[in-house]
């Protein structure tokens, strides 16, 4: 799993996080 080297994408919509 390379998630250092990949960009981090969101798995949700910001909406969800709030």
Not at 1 to 16: C, N
Request: positive net charge; hydrophobic residues 30%; charged residues 35%.
């Amino acid at each position: 799993m390379d998630v250092r080297r990949r960009p981090v994408k969101p798995l949700y919509p910001s909406e969800h996080i709030s």
